[in-house]
């Protein structure tokens, strides 16, 4: 039994939960004293009375910080247990060790004084629901959260003071390093990476970029030509680490593009923490990337970098150019695949909006620019400011900056061939470097494994394997320098030259050449040009387009371009709207796509009819759609005639036969049917001479069809005829075990109806 006061019988018979907490994994590694001194705890729960089966370790929350609830499970556990009186008293070294803020730390306190559970620390043992322990519990928890207050002030005041001077060291991309400070009070130094293949492919990404213009064209360059990226794990301060080379990502190319480290500036703050709660109340942190502006610290010119701060800035604002701008925003977009030369550069002259593009024929390769802003409503409709072809308006731009570049065909051509032979000399280089740091791998692998007693053979193994693994990757490295070299272009020579030169001068030629992408002509022209303004004016019977052009720079050119008459817009014919018009009244959308169908007529495009494209036409021309009646599930036609004029199936319905019996009765003529147009389902006029002819019971002495043959003497066709003619009275019976018809043959009738 305990000797403290506070301690009853009634918590004893409850569990004693020990909780550990570090607030780092650091500090679980570093502060090995105060993770044993919580342990300890174990030990004081049992002489105050606890079995020692009784007493629960909690620690889940190692290297962990008390500031938040988020991602502590440990202390989840804790009040759960607590809320449910499972827990006599809650032992922790100190109180910030449970919680540093005051919500968690009283919600906890609310719960145990409600099941009089005890909270005990290295300073004596408390019980929540007395009021003197209370109070000192809670200025214990306001202390706590003080202190972490004034620790993480002072901390990041150091922090922002040192990062102002641009000496605190922090984690560096890749291809930058820290060096180690000369004196103790001499800060470190930023330089490149001592590694030349690091160094080299990363100049090589900033060095295709200022040619490509694109992060994705610099990435899938770097594919196309075997190379790979390092990366280099996040160390401690001056120690480099191993360097892994890896397949290139857009992600990492896009980083490397995007690094102010890389231009030579020294920044701190350029992200922030952001944090977002979940439905179930799930904390989630994320980092993202603030706006240049609102970067705390931004020294450039700091240290060496892989380009100027100039450069830098010019890389960002051309990065942000190549998004698709907003319809009134600045800037042309990245070049993309496709015929239209001015993708991103035509702008509407009424609205000033980009224009956008689509493509036309069958094959899809006839550009056009439409603007999508709305000038007016006509019919109901939108009318925009301009559509319009563009394999005119592209032509005409074409040409006035072949003209425009011609003075300078000569120099461009030469630097091209020299802009190629330098990539692949480039490549060369990064690919002999990476053979180098192969081969010393391999050495290195290979001394190793010699350095190894061969008696033990459980490492010696492993080294083995390690050396042969270095061999293959410097098979491989130097397979692939080879290759490259193999692909490498001569150099020009004098008669090449000559020939180059001689091509520049003919530089439609290259421009209309099969060789030549649409890319490509493209990337000239973004490169030249700032935007295209185009106005269309239309005419009766010709169109004209107003073009100005600004080139980069400032200067202006004004085209005026004669466009050709449009074609006349195919049609659908006129008595086949008419027939629609008709028969919608009749039948719906399906039924009137068959009749079409049957009288072999097709759309304006040589196309059959379907039931979607009939509802098409009926929306175009305004023609109501087929409307049922409610009532009678009959037509709501305009029935001009003595009769209700209904379909075969619903005249059957009435009249208590076959819809198969009235189409043969048609065919033969005993009854009139009506059709509104060849094709169309037949419709019966419900008369009363038409009802007449229906009955249950034929007269005396009519006979069926097989005695009327018998009893005129003549073929079964034959009495049809007669009676078709009306020399022969007949009926049809409805009812009975013999159904059909009964012909009069006593005498001769005038006719039939």
Not at 58 to 68: A, E, H, Y
Not at 604 to 623: C, E, K
């Amino acid at each position: 039994m305990s000797e403290h006061p506070k301690i009853r019988p009634t918590h004893l018979q409850r569990a004693a939960i020990v909780y550990v907490r570090q607030s780092t994994l650091a500090q679980v590694e570093r502060n090995r004293e105060s993770t044993i001194r919580q342990y300890d705890l174990v030990e004081r729960a049992v002489r105050w009375g606890w079995p020692r089966s009784a007493v629960r370790v909690i620690d889940d929350d190692l290297g962990v910080s008390g500031t938040s609830t988020a991602g502590r499970s440990g202390f989840g556990q804790v009040a759960a247990m607590v809320a449910l009186g499972q827990v006599g008293i809650v032992l922790a070294l100190e109180c910030s060790r449970l919680a540093r803020n005051n919500a968690d730390w009283y919600r906890l306190l609310d719960l145990a004084g409600m099941t009089d559970t005890l909270i005990g620390d290295a300073d004596g043992l408390y019980h929540p629901g007395q009021f003197n322990d209370r109070l000192v519990l809670g200025m214990k928890g306001t202390m706590s959260e003080a202190e972490i207050h004034i620790l993480r002030a002072r901390l990041a005041g150091g922090i922002a003071s040192k990062a102002a001077r641009g000496e605190l060291q922090r984690a560096l991309p890749v291809g930058l390093v820290w060096t180690d400070p000369v004196g103790r009070d001499e800060p470190g130094q930023i330089q490149l990476h001592p590694d030349e293949a690091v160094r080299g492919v990363i100049a090589a990404v900033f060095e295709r970029f200022a040619v490509a213009g694109s992060v994705r064209a610099t990435w899938l360059w770097l594919r196309e030509q075997g190379l790979r990226l390092p990366m280099m794990p996040v160390v401690y301060m001056h120690d480099l680490g191993e360097i892994t080379w890896v397949t290139p990502t857009y992600h990492a190319v896009h980083t490397i593009l995007t690094h102010p480290a890389y231009g030579g500036a020294y920044v701190y703050g350029r992200t922030e923490q952001r944090r977002r709660l979940d439905a179930d109340g799930t904390v989630h942190l994320s980092r993202h990337v603030l706006p240049r502006d609102r970067w705390q610290v931004c020294l450039p010119g700091h240290h060496p970098g892989y380009i100027d701060w100039d450069t830098y800035l010019a890389n960002q604002d051309r990065i942000g150019a190549n998004i698709r701008p907003e319809p009134h925003a600045a800037g042309t977009g990245a070049v993309r695949e496709g015929a239209a030369l001015l993708q991103g550069l035509a702008v509407c002259a009424t609205c000033g909006r980009k224009l956008a593009v689509f493509y036309q024929g069958k094959t899809k390769s006839k550009p056009g620019y439409y603007c999508n802003g709305t000038a007016e409503l006509v019919d109901g409709r939108g009318v925009r400011h301009l559509t319009t072809g563009g394999a005119g308006i592209d032509a005409a731009v074409a040409a006035a900056v072949l003209d425009a570049v011609a003075p300078a065909a000569l120099q461009a051509a030469l630097t091209a061939a020299e802009d190629l032979e330098h990539g692949h000399e480039t490549v060369l280089a990064q690919h002999a470097r990476e053979v180098e740091t192969a081969r010393y791998q391999a050495a290195r692998a290979e001394r190793r494994y010699r350095a190894v007693d061969p008696d033990n053979r459980l490492v010696a193994r492993g080294l083995e394997a390690e050396w042969e693994k270095t061999l293959t990757a410097l098979a491989a490295a130097q397979a692939a320098l080879e290759q490259r070299r193999r692909r490498r272009p001569a150099p020009l020579t004098p008669a090449e030259r000559a020939q180059v030169l001689a091509l520049a001068d003919d530089l439609p030629a290259v421009w209309h050449a099969p060789t030549t992408t649409d890319k490509d002509r493209k990337l000239l022209l973004h490169a030249l040009l700032e935007e295209v303004v185009i106005g269309i004016t239309r005419g009766p019977a010709t169109g004209q387009a107003d073009l100005l052009i600004r080139w980069k720079g400032g200067a202006t050119t004004d085209l005026t371009l004669t466009l050709r008459r449009a074609q006349p817009k195919i049609r659908t014919s006129d008595d086949t709207i008419d027939l629609i018009r008709r028969l919608a009244v009749y039948h719906p959308d399906a039924v009137i796509a068959g009749i079409l169908n049957r009288q072999h007529r097709t759309t304006a495009r040589g196309l059959s009819y379907t039931a979607s494209r009939v509802q098409s036409l009926r929306f175009h021309w305004d023609i109501p759609c087929h409307q049922p009646s409610r009532d009678t599930g009959k037509d709501t036609g305009n029935n001009t005639g003595k009769g209700e004029l209904l379909t075969v199936a619903d005249a059957a319905k009435t009249l208590g036969t076959a819809p198969s019996t009235l189409h043969r009765w048609i065919n033969d003529g005993f009854i009139p049917a009506e059709q509104d147009t060849p094709g169309a389902p037949w419709r019966i006029r419900l008369t009363d001479d038409l009802r007449a002819l229906f009955v249950d019971h034929a007269p005396d002495g009519w006979l069926v069809m097989q005695d009327a043959t018998k009893a005129l003497g003549v073929s079964r066709q034959t009495v049809l005829q007669r009676v078709k003619r009306g020399e022969l009275q007949a009926v049809h019976v409805t009812t009975g075990r013999r159904k059909g018809l009964r012909i009069n043959v006593s005498q001769p009738q005038d006719g039939l109806f």
